[in-house]
């Protein structure tokens, strides 16, 4: 069994109880998946933006997520997980490499290829694909370096794109690897760093290009997916599941526009399933995900 879940943002904002509700039903959905889904072993794909480093000073981010780790380091060791990074979280692939061996999770990197049955499912995070349908430039490293820059970024830093506009001015070299430049050089900024309603949903309609990009069979161009391989993403917090093009995005854990909390189960066979967590009186369940419609340009 494998089970994929991405877009927790954990400790999005500083004592805000809903953040904190959010917090507290993953860390019931980890109790609830050890006990079910993965009671026999599997793995638990944790497939970016785990933690917001974006919106918070990264240790106090991480002290605030306290008790998910707890639960993510206590899985019994049949319990495989792989940690693939987000544009939020971007900076644990820099601390796996500080790390080494002592980083509490098995697999820390920007992809990952699993087998389940006969099927093949690549999953990332998917902010590579909002780099290809950014209309300013296209350049991953500069975007990675821009995701870098933020998760670094303490709780006073204030808005964050206009810091970096700062930082752009005053030392022009961490950005000399591009040929050209937007004219609008802060709007390409806004672009990436606003806040995802306004990146993906505003002027340049950048998630349904994303939805198309995925779908698409020259994905293997610029994702390396196989043929007939399953791409699995998350970013764009809208769930959907394509068996036709072979495309999933698992949502998220009930980050606008997402209105649920939800995840991917894949069982032995291979067969995909999006369902969603819930938890009342106590007890925690989940359910299939209703339809859904897909945004595609």
């Known amino acids: 069994m494998i089970i994929a879940v991405s877009d927790v943002h954990l400790a999005e904002h500083a004592n805000d109880p809903i953040t904190k509700k959010d917090d507290d039903q993953f860390v019931s959905f980890l109790d609830y998946i050890r006990d079910n889904q993965l009671s026999q072993g599997g793995k638990l794909i944790l497939l970016g933006d785990l933690v917001d480093y974006w919106r918070r000073d990264f240790t106090r981010a991480l002290m605030d997520s306290n ?3 707890i639960a993510l380091m206590e899985m019994p ?3 495989e997980i792989r940690y693939i990074i987000g544009n939020h979280d971007f900076y644990n692939i820099k601390l796996n490499g500080l790390l080494e061996d002592r980083f509490p999770f098995n697999k820390v990197r920007g992809w990952d290829r699993i087998t389940a049955g006969n099927k093949s499912f690549l999953f990332s995070h998917g902010y590579q694909l909002e780099v290809l349908a950014n209309p300013y430039y296209k350049s991953l490293s500069t975007y990675e370096t821009f995701s870098e820059h933020l998760c670094l970024g ?3 830093s204030g808005n964050a794109a206009s810091k970096i506009w700062d930082l752009y001015q005053s030392s022009r070299s961490w950005l000399e690897g591009l040929k050209k430049l937007p004219i609008d050089i802060n709007g390409a900024l806004h672009s990436m760093m606003d806040a995802p309603g306004i990146r993906l949903n505003g002027p340049h309609h950048a998630e349904s290009t994303i939805n198309s990009l995925a779908s698409s069979a020259s994905r293997s161009m610029y994702l390396g997916t196989g043929r007939d391989e399953f791409f699995v993403f998350g970013h764009t917090h809208e769930p959907f599941l394509d068996l036709d093009n072979k495309v999933i995005n698992t949502g998220s854990w009930k980050k606008s526009p997402c209105k649920a909390y939800t995840f991917l189960e894949i069982d032995d066979n291979g067969n995909p399933r999006l369902r969603e ?3 009342k009186s106590g007890n ?3 359910r299939p995900l ?4 897909i945004k595609v340009a």
């Open 67 to 69: 008790n998910a780790f």
């Open 77 to 79: 060791k049949e319990i």
């Open 154 to 156: 303490g709780d006073d």
């Open 277 to 279: 967590f819930l938890y």
């Open 284 to 286: 925690g369940f989940t």
């Open 290 to 293: 209703g339809p859904i419609h």
